[in-house]
């Protein structure tokens, strides 16, 4: 797996509202990392917010400018919270692996529907007549493919989920 002293990155997937954000800056306080919320990047790279992106150019327009995003992405030593939808690129998801191990931060859909409320103002890539279960059971499948590891969040607040992370990538945790 992954030793907490070595400089691969650590590679949060999940639904949004599963607290790949959140998470990720905990983590990376934790263990001493940086970290890249890849959401970020993109809307830095497309000057707008990913909602303007699915609102005026579709949802294929987002999964373009993030793989794109997660291609150029070349760093180490680093906790990495992708966005819900980079799971849709075989190519980003092999490039991310190669250097990093991949955590899929599992929640239940009613949680995610309960964290997440208006869906429709996240900027979620998904088609547009694609309900949220439908969502949600496609890219279970695409998470669980990819991922190293898996951390079940229900139940667990942000801290415990961090916790539960550490636990499992890390054989001699730092303390």
Avoid: W
Avoid at 93 to 120: N, Q, T, Y
Avoid at 149 to 154: H, P, S
Wanted: with cysteine.
């Amino acid at each position: 797996m992954l030793s907490c002293s070595d400089s691969r990155n650590i590679v949060l997937i999940g639904m949004p509202g599963s607290g790949k954000s959140t998470v990720g800056v905990l983590l990376a306080k934790r263990l001493g990392l940086g970290f890249v919320d890849t959401d970020l990047l993109i809307q830095e790279a497309a000057g707008r917010t990913l909602q303007d992106i699915v609102d005026h150019d579709g949802f294929q327009a987002l999964r373009h400018i993030e793989e794109q995003v997660l291609l150029d992405l070349n760093v180490r030593h680093k906790v990495i919270s992708t966005g819900g939808s980079a799971v849709y690129s075989a190519r980003a998801m092999e490039h991310l692996k190669a250097s990093g191990v991949v955590v899929f931060l599992d929640i239940p859909l009613d949680l995610v529907i309960e964290r997440i409320g208006d869906h429709s103002m996240r900027g979620i890539s998904r088609h547009p007549d694609q309900s949220l279960e439908a969502l949600f059971e496609e890219r279970f499948t695409l998470y669980s493919r990819y991922a190293d590891f898996v951390v079940k969040g229900e139940g667990l607040n942000q801290d415990e989920v961090c916790e539960a992370v550490v636990k499992g990538l890390c054989p001699d945790p730092v303390r």
